[in-house]
């Protein structure tokens, strides 16, 4: 309404203003060009009242609306009307500061590739062009094994073994589902990243594919190996990711127990779209097992908290601090790990370590009795579990699954 009224009154002052103007150029072309400017109009107003009145009255007509709009604005929202007394809304919208340092130069699948974000996570380094559910395009390196601390990979096309898998996917115009394609060798690779507190990597980056694939990158990038985010050097609980929702969680039961020494064995699978949601959870503290059901919750100023938490915050431990080590490059072949276990798997301990299961053999049934079976490939953006299927042919299948729809999982011995 106080906008209404602001601009009522502007309409009638600006009308009331091109009418006197129209009255003086009717006296003479001396007096309507000298009103082109307010001070002169104000001159002939003085001059020749009789012919500037009515225009004089209309544009007295719009201070009415003009000031009752603009102390309806005041009374409302002080600083909106500060801010336009300042003349605020003519300076240029200020330019949005990337948060990763993204220099790359290439194309994917013929097209200019400019990614808005990347992730190093769980062995896999995500690059993603467009803010939709299906990026725009994308490109994925997934590593033979999951790596922690600063990595050097480099790969040619003659290379054997266990390489790191490439995969690049586009939305085409039209289509609804992405076409992607995956690469297991025959391309040029050099991966050098260092960690950055603090929860960043940054470094080189160079990727030639195939020449039919029309796909080449390189430069500079910067990545995050989480999805936490941070502001003043803290965890910006605003933030919406199931990160957050679990470092809410832990920090709250720490100072709760006044404990650094506890343990969530049991989370169940968490909601962002839910501003607030009942959180049964299975913990260990000190040794002893708990069973506990919060409340998480959302407010749009402070972010994301546990209901009635007021319980003050730990004492910082002092640690020492490390050297930080030099790169090593990354051997392409994975580690010797001992023998996995096979049989039934809870989803609670698969969605607590993902990585530990990734590239085994799997079979997920689902509340409908749908039966998912290949190799687990991990957990995707929104938390979802995809299984990867080779089928019979130049082809492979694969299937998401909503974390709430599984109801058994079974592993399979390699």
């Known amino acids: 309404m106080d906008t209404l009224l602001i601009l009522l009154g502007l309409l009638l002052i600006i009308a009331g203003y091109v009418w006197l103007i129209a009255r003086a150029f009717e006296r003479s072309l001396f007096w309507g060009l000298a009103s082109l400017l307010p001070p002169l109009a104000l001159l002939f107003v003085l001059v020749h009242w009789r012919h500037a009145r009515s225009a004089v009255a209309l544009g007295s007509l719009g201070c009415i609306p003009l000031v009752v709009g603009l102390t309806m604005l005041a009374s409302q929202d002080s600083a909106r009307l500060e801010a336009i007394l300042r003349l605020e809304w003519l300076k240029p ?28 996570i769980d062995g896999v380094l995500s690059l993603r062009e467009g803010q939709d559910f299906y990026a725009h395009r994308e490109l994925q390196v997934r590593l033979a094994a999951p790596v922690s601390g600063p990595i050097r990979l480099d790969v040619l096309p003659d290379d054997k073994g266990s390489l790191p898998e490439i995969e ?39 990727l030639v594919l195939p020449t039919e694939m029309r796909t080449t990158l390189s430069g500079t990038l910067e990545v995050f190996t989480d999805r936490l985010r941070y502001r003043n050097g803290e965890v910006d609980t605003r933030f919406d990711s199931r990160d957050t929702l679990r470092y809410v969680l832990q920090d709250y039961l720490q100072r709760r127990f006044a404990s650094r020494d506890v343990t969530i064995t049991r989370l169940p699978t968490l909601d962002t779209q839910r501003a607030t949601q009942e959180v049964p959870l299975s913990l260990i503290v000190g040794g002893e097992p708990q069973d506990l059901q919060v409340t998480l919750e959302k407010n749009p100023t402070r972010g994301w908290g546990v209901r009635d938490d007021r319980y003050p915050r730990l004492k910082a431990v002092s640690t020492a601090v490390l050297p930080v080590s030099a790169a090593v490059p990354v051997k392409v072949s994975p580690p010797v790990q001992p023998t996995p276990e096979s049989g039934h798997l809870s989803l609670e301990r698969l969605l607590a370590a993902p990585q530990r299961y990734i590239n085994r053999s799997m079979r997920a049934t689902t509340e409908r009795g749908r039966i998912a079976e290949g190799v687990f490939v991990g957990l995707n953006a929104d938390g979802r579990i995809v299984i990867r299927q080779v089928i019979e042919g130049p082809g492979e299948a694969s299937y998401t699954l909503r974390p709430s729809e599984v109801t058994d999982i079974e592993l399979s011995a390699r």
């Open 93 to 120: 919208e200020p330019v949005a500061k990337p948060e990763l340092a993204i220099d790359l130069r290439g194309e994917l699948n013929g097209k200019r590739f400019v990614p808005e974000q990347a992730e190093f």
């Open 168 to 206: 690049v996917s586009w939305l085409a115009p039209g289509q609804d589902l992405p076409e992607a394609v995956r690469l297991q060798r025959g391309y040029s690779l050099h991966l050098d990243l260092t960690p950055k507190a603090p929860n960043r990597m940054e470094g080189a980056f160079h």
